[in-house]
């Protein structure tokens, strides 16, 4: 089955910076465009990042533009996130999740989240 | 982009049938046929429910159905079940390549 697992979450002052990393099995990871997805603390949903599968598409959401990077290593199966200048307002869980290659735009599989604090 | 705009909650009792509106514009919902339903319990990851509009991804009940009329999508739960009670989140992919969510409906079962 697929499996997504992230890591490198934690506690960060504002202005630093922090990788996020996503594992993924099950799945040909090489053919799947990838998204990144956040949900800061009992509020809603909010879509970040988009890579696709050749890496030659990332698209980001106004409010990461310019300090979020979002990258990807096929021969690794593994999707990355690099954070910088970071905001108290980014404090949220970090989901990865996945985007069919059937040529359709959704969020098929997600994993589990990994949160991040920005705090002093 | 603004989110999507979804009533915070709703509830129904069990065996009845629901339905969880989720307003967009021409750029988004009324724009494409991009149209996805997720649902969450606490605590856990979403789950994907409905995708392009109406369709059901392997494993998801057949009582979870989605439409879409203009700039307006809607997910329907038929005969409501204790299980059903969640967060549910519309989202959409917009003209600027880009997606946005709706801000979420709690759904309550009594």
């Known amino acids: 089955q697929v499996q997504l697992v992230e890591s490198g979450g934690g506690v960060v002052q504002p202005g630093r910076s922090l990788r996020l990393s996503c594992a993924a099995s099950?799945?040909?990871?090489?053919?799947?465009?990838m998204h990144w997805v956040r949900q800061a603390p009992g509020k809603g949903l909010e879509w970040v990042t988009f890579?696709?599968?050749?890496?030659?598409?990332?698209y980001y959401a106004d409010s990461v533009r310019g300090r979020f990077t979002i990258s990807r290593d096929n021969s690794k199966n593994t999707l990355y996130l690099d954070m910088n200048s970071l905001r108290p307002e980014d404090t949220a869980v970090f989901y990865c999740?996945?985007?069919?290659?059937?040529?359709?735009?959704?969020?098929?599989?997600w994993g589990q989240g990994t949160l991040v604090t920005v705090s002093s | 982009q603004s989110a999507l705009t979804q009533s915070a909650s709703m509830s129904g009792s069990p065996g009845q049938s629901i339905t969880i509106s989720c307003t967009g514009t021409?750029?988004?919902?009324?724009?494409?046929?991009?149209v996805s339903w997720y649902q969450q319990h606490p605590g856990k990851a979403p789950k994907l429910m409905i995708y392009?509009?109406?369709d059901r991804p392997s494993g998801v009940s057949i009582r979870f159905s989605g439409s879409k009329s203009g700039n307006t999508a809607s997910l329907t739960i038929s005969g409501l079940q204790a299980e059903d009670e969640a967060d549910y989140y519309c989202?959409?992919?917009?003209?600027?390549?880009?997606?946005?969510f709706g801000g979420g409906t709690k759904l309550t079962v009594l």
């Open positions: 392009d509009v109406g």
């Open positions: 021409s750029s988004d919902i009324g724009g494409y046929n991009y």
């Open positions: 890579i696709s599968d050749d890496s030659k598409r990332k």
């Open positions: 989202s959409s992919y917009t003209n600027r390549g880009t997606w946005v």
């Open positions: 999740t996945t985007n069919s290659p059937s040529g359709s735009y959704r969020f098929d599989y």
């Open positions: 099950g799945l040909t990871f090489s053919l799947n465009s």
